[in-house]
């Protein structure tokens, strides 16, 4: 499984973007997908998580009613909208796929594959 994450980029603070995150393979519906996020000189950490049918979703409390996930398996590709965005949202984004659960999950050592990373830069 190859992802591929890309949208991100400079927004002030307030303003909103649409992170992309693209998968190969034939079976990316019987995967749950999440996003993580490492800032400077911090550790990656969870961000949001779906389910492999996208009827279940997680989220970190700091983006709760700003960031919405979601997934189309007909384009195997997932999403993550990030509106009234703030200056500590700042980060590289990365997007990640599981194998061994369905169900939206925090811990990243459930995810198997990594996408590159797309950079966030929110100015205040």
């Known amino acids: 499984v190859q992802l591929q994450a890309s949208g991100g980029g400079l927004v002030q603070a307030g303003g909103s973007l649409r992170l992309s995150c693209a998968a190969s393979g034939r079976t990316f519906s019987r995967y749950a997908m999440g996003w993580f996020r490492q800032a400077l000189g911090k550790e990656r950490s969870f961000v949001s998580a779906?389910?492999?049918?996208?009827?279940?979703?997680y989220y970190v409390d700091s983006v709760k009613g700003r960031f919405t996930i979601s997934r189309d398996n007909a384009k195997n590709t997932v999403y993550l909208q990030m509106n009234s965005l703030k200056p500590e949202d700042t980060a590289v984004y990365y997007c990640a796929a599981s194998t061994k659960v369905l169900h939206p999950t925090a811990r990243s050592s459930e995810y198997e594959y990594w996408g590159q990373g797309t950079l966030v830069t929110v100015s205040s």
């Open positions: 779906i389910s492999w049918s996208g009827g279940s979703t």
